[in-house]
Structures are given as C-alpha cells and as structure tokens.
C-alpha cells in the first residue's frame, strides 16, 4: 500500500487565490482527517470523516475553508479565498474503521499564500 | 473540550544523555496517549503509545509513563542518538478510539553529537 497519499506536495499562491488540496486515504480506511500545522499552533484539527460524512468541522477556521469527501478514496480541503495567514502544512490522515487512535498521515502539503 | 500542555518547546541534549519530554491533559475520562515523531519535512509517525491500565510502557530506548492521578504523561528516550533529533508531538487519544487524537504544540529535540 502507498499510503495516505496528498497532493500537491508544495503550492504557492496568490492572495485571493482558491487552493485545493487533495486526499487519498489508506484502502480499507474509514476514518479521514485534516490537520493544520503552524510553528505558533502545532497540529490542529480543520476536520474529519467517517464513512466519507463529515462529523465534526468545528476547527475549520472560518467559512472561507471547505471539505468534501465524495467517496470513501478521495476528499479534498479547499481555501477560497486565500490569505496569507493561510499559510501551514495541511496534513491529511486516515484510520481504520473504530480506530481513530493510530493515524497515518499523508507527507503534507506546504501552503505558501503570498 | 480536550486541552494538551506540552513541554518543552524545544530541548537540545547532548548525545547519549536522556531527553524528557512532558505532557499534561485536561479530561480525565481520556484513556489512550499516544506519541508522535515527525523528521524534518517528513510526516509525523507514531512511535509509541500507553493506554490508562498501565502506568509505564517501554520499546527499547524510548518510554512512556502516565499519571492518571495528575493527568499527566511523559516521554523519555534514553542514550540520545543524532536520528532521534525530531518533532515529538503528544496527544489526547479520548476513550477507546472514538474521538480524534488532540495534540500538543509539539517539542524540538535537537541531539548535540
């Protein structure tokens, strides 16, 4: 298995620009998640699936960010539209079905918004 | 909601002396800890976990213990070798795997050869 796997693996933008970021969880994962990195804040949670419905988005930032998981292989996490403090590593991570505590990320996405 | 201190921010020790890295959580109904390392411009992984009926668990060099009592849990990696430098992040696994994990702010381990 090639794990989770996200693209782009960098992305630099424009300001006002719409991003998006794009998933693939592990086969056989039911569980999907996105976290946020920054120096100031670490690893945040934006979101998370399960069964590809969307469960808890309480730490999606503001109405500007979106998340859809369309089936159980692919979700993307859009930005529009960007700003500069919207720049982070956006990590998605997928689990096993009742299994939330053993995650396995992606390599991330490196969001630059000039 | 869950809340995770962790620290330090960051911690450089000199290789083969030990790095302790400390984490405190705020719902004690939580049952599930686990640690993460992320290697520069890599992904985090996870590298060990303790689970609340067990107050110490180990895998080689590195050890987790936790104090339910204090909320509290803890990182030690003896013999410090320069791969172990890295991002240690903490987290909050809930109950019983039905909640995400919430993570602490992470700790830079710097290992001085």
């Known amino acids: 298995d090639a794990g989770v796997i996200q693209s782009p693996r960098h992305e630099v933008t424009e300001m006002g620009q719409e991003v998006t970021l794009r998933c693939k969880p592990i086969?056989?994962?039911?569980?999907l998640f996105w976290y946020r990195q920054t120096m100031m804040r670490g690893l945040e949670l934006l979101i998370y699936?399960?069964?590809?419905?969307?469960?808890?988005d309480s730490g999606m930032p503001e109405d500007r960010f979106s998340a859809k998981m369309p089936n159980a292989s692919f979700s993307t996490l859009k930005i529009q539209p960007s700003e500069p403090r919207d720049s982070a590593v956006y990590f998605c991570?997928?689990?096993?079905?009742?299994?939330?505590?053993?995650?396995?990320f992606g390599s991330g996405t490196q969001l630059s918004v000039l | 909601g869950e809340n995770v201190e962790q620290h330090p921010s960051t911690l450089s020790v000199q290789e083969g002396d030990s790095a302790v890295i400390k984490c405190t959580y705020s719902?004690?109904?939580?049952?599930?800890f686990p640690w993460y390392k992320q290697e520069l411009g890599k992904r985090p992984q996870l590298i060990i976990d303790?689970?609340?009926?067990?107050g110490e668990k180990k895998d080689q060099r590195i050890a987790v213990t936790l104090n339910k009592t204090a909320k509290h849990f803890s990182l030690h990696i003896t013999e410090t070798q320069p791969e172990d430098s890295a991002v240690y992040f903490c987290?909050?696994?809930?109950?019983?795997?039905?909640?995400?994990?919430?993570f602490g702010k992470g700790t830079r381990l710097s290992v001085i050869a």
């Open positions: 699936f399960n069964n590809n419905v969307p469960i808890d």
């Open positions: 303790i689970r609340s009926n067990v």
């Open positions: 086969s056989g994962h039911n569980s």
């Open positions: 987290a909050d696994g809930g109950i019983s795997g039905n909640t995400p994990l919430v």
């Open positions: 719902d004690s109904a939580s049952n599930y």
């Open positions: 991570a997928s689990s096993l079905p009742g299994n939330n505590e053993k995650l396995f």
